[in-house]
């Protein structure tokens, strides 16, 4: 069985000094929710750390499916079940929690926590069997800090937090041809014909530049004058 503590506050640790938002930075804030309601947080059980990794990827997939939804753009559903895989297991592992299993225990652990808490402090029922709207206003309401007087403030703003930027993060990053094609001396980041857009071309972003666009260059550039630099003993900048 995973040392939920030990687990939560190495999380608390880690995640702190990584954080964006400082509201989360609170030292003890989420060991401190553990000692007060026990594995009621977490639905009454004490997980081992794979049974918190297997609960949390569905949480986060519904995190996901709310923050980036399916318009007239694609969103998170779309690039499921690999990009909520990909984030949890190596995004948020290994950029968040920098690899540190205990720490990153202590995170599956808090999103587990945000998923089971709401009906322990008699805000409603779980997050996975929220209305959509219902998810969209807890969420908003962990994210401004309306929990702090219910003690479970902490544990939940690092579940929803950190869920938030990791969902944010990886699909605006180009998932899933969000990384560089080794020895290729061009990265080409568009869909191919007849797949879904992802993140950049959401946003308008062009990316790298291709071929066609570096032979525009390389001709503007021809019997371009030469002008010499501020150094005037270097006439090569």
């Not at 993140?199 to 990316?207: A, P, V, Y």
Request: charged share 20%; hydrophobic share 45%.
């Amino acid at each position: 069985m995973t040392n939920t503590r030990a687990s939560l506050v190495e999380m608390e640790k880690v995640l702190s000094r990584r954080a964006f938002f400082m509201k989360i930075v609170r030292g003890a804030g989420a060991a401190a929710a553990y000692d007060r309601f026990g594995t009621k947080l977490f639905g009454g059980v004490e997980r081992t750390p794979q049974a918190n990794f297997d609960e949390s990827l569905k949480i986060f997939s519904a995190f996901g499916r709310l923050v980036i939804p399916v318009d007239e753009d694609p969103g998170w559903a779309t690039f499921e079940p690999e990009i909520t895989r990909y984030g949890l297991d190596v995004y948020i592992r290994q950029v968040f929690s920098v690899g540190n299993d205990l720490a990153f225990d202590g995170l599956t652990q808090a999103i587990v926590a945000f998923n089971e808490t709401p009906p322990v402090i008699g805000f409603g029922p779980k997050f996975l069997d929220m209305s959509l709207e219902a998810k969209a206003d807890y969420v908003s309401k962990v994210l401004i800090g309306q929990f702090e007087n219910d003690g479970v403030g902490d544990i939940l703003s690092f579940g929803s937090i950190f869920m938030l930027l990791g969902c944010k993060q990886l699909f605006f990053l180009n998932f899933p041809r969000h990384r560089a094609v080794p020895n290729a001396e061009f990265q080409n980041i568009a869909a191919a014909p007849g797949t879904p857009k992802m993140g950049w071309e959401i946003m308008g972003f062009r990316g790298p530049i291709g071929p066609q666009e570096e032979a525009a260059l390389r001709a503007r550039s021809i019997n371009a004058p030469e002008i010499p630099g501020v150094d005037w003993r270097n006439p090569w900048i």
